[in-house]
């Protein structure tokens, strides 16, 4: 089962940030926090992840609070390109990642 | 650098019919994965390799789905008889990390779309 709570839907306004919030409470010490998107019709993309300091790529910026049960992906200026469904992954200390339903995120002009 | 190909993109079969879906991951990923998505949920992961060995099948439904990984490049994936309920997009992903650790990014194929009538 997923360990992620998220909300199911979000809508941006196309040029603004875009905020997707993550719970993770039972988060382990050694567990990995990442974010994957899906646009329609497309395999899973990964997106930026990290342990406990924030990241920023070229893509996005992740936000994870300091007690690590939950997080924030940042898209700073979200495009009509970015809707997508948007999934947050705590990584267990094995391979394999484990999807939950995502937020779906809709980018309007 | 070419991305992981799957094959076929599409497919309608009816049911207790078999089909077969076909990978070739990221050339020198080790690590292959396939996972089912039906609409609207997330992608569900149905076995795992490293190289040509499993390293995890558990949610593999063995009574009717089987994959191998020979030579440990390309896959396939294997349903036989299907059943209306395994309608679904196939993804196909890979990686460059080994078991066990952290890190990494898993490389998504398009995925194949099985329609069971």
């Known amino acids: 089962d997923a360990k992620t709570t998220q909300p199911p839907s979000m809508d941006c306004a196309e040029g603004r940030a875009a905020n997707l919030p993550c719970n993770h409470s039972?988060?382990?010490?050694?567990?990995?926090v990442y974010w994957y998107r899906q646009i329609h019709s497309q395999g899973p993309q990964y997106i930026i992840h990290g342990l406990k300091n924030n990241e920023t790529n070229e893509m996005a910026s992740l936000i994870i609070t300091e007690d690590r049960k939950s997080s924030t992906l940042i898209l700073p200026h979200a495009t009509l390109r970015d809707t997508a469904v948007y999934y947050c992954?705590?990584?267990?200390?094995?391979?394999?990642?484990?999807f939950g339903t995502g937020t779906r995120l809709q980018v309007f002009p | 650098e070419a991305g992981v190909a799957q094959s076929p993109r599409y497919k309608i079969i009816e049911k207790r019919q078999s089909v077969a879906f076909w990978c070739n991951p990221i050339s020198g990923h080790a690590t292959l994965y396939w996972y089912q998505q039906i609409l609207g949920q997330g992608p569900k992961l149905l076995i795992q390799f490293q190289n040509n060995g499993v390293v995890d099948d558990s949610q593999l439904p063995k009574d009717r789905f089987s994959a191998e990984r020979l030579k440990g490049v390309d896959s396939t994936l294997k349903i036989q008889p299907a059943k209306l309920e395994d309608s679904a997009v196939y993804l196909c992903a890979s990686s460059s990390r080994l078991a066990g650790g952290p890190g990494g990014e898993l490389f998504f194929g398009e995925g194949s779309r099985l329609t069971v009538l």
């Open positions: 039972t988060i382990s010490g050694n567990e990995y």
């Open positions: 992954i705590v990584r267990p200390w094995t391979d394999k990642l484990i």
